[in-house]
Nanobody, 115 residues
């Protein structure tokens, strides 16, 4: 089983930046892709970004041009660099395996964008 620990969230003003980290307990080479998800109050969890086996990435339309997903395989860590943050980005952010079923949700990390 894989254990995932998210970190890096916090309170930031609109237009600010944060970098989220997702540390995995096993090699992320084990999975075809990893993803970042978020859940805002009163909303369903949504997929924000993915990074595939060859480093290919996808993004939700709402974050394109602002967020960048990356990974460091040696550290078993996936990152989400978030720039130009908006209030609409406020949510709990989670990482998980993408493209296959996984219940390896961690506690998530809270991102609050507010002035």
């Amino acid at each position: 089983q894989v254990q995932l620990v998210e970190s890096g969230g916090g309170l930031v003003q609109p237009g600010g930046s944060l970098r989220l980290s997702c540390a995995a307990s096993v090699s992320i080479f084990s999975f075809s892709a990893m993803g970042w998800y978020r859940q805002a109050p009163g909303k369903q969890r949504e997929l924000v970004a993915t990074i595939g086996s060859r480093g290919t990435t996808t993004y939700a339309d709402s974050v394109k041009g602002r967020f960048t997903i990356s990974r460091d395989n040696a550290k078993n860590t996936v990152y989400l660099q978030m720039n130009s943050l908006k209030s609409e980005d406020t949510a709990v952010y989670y990482c998980n395996v993408h493209g296959q079923w996984s219940d390896a949700w961690g506690q998530g990390t809270q991102v609050t964008v507010s002035s």
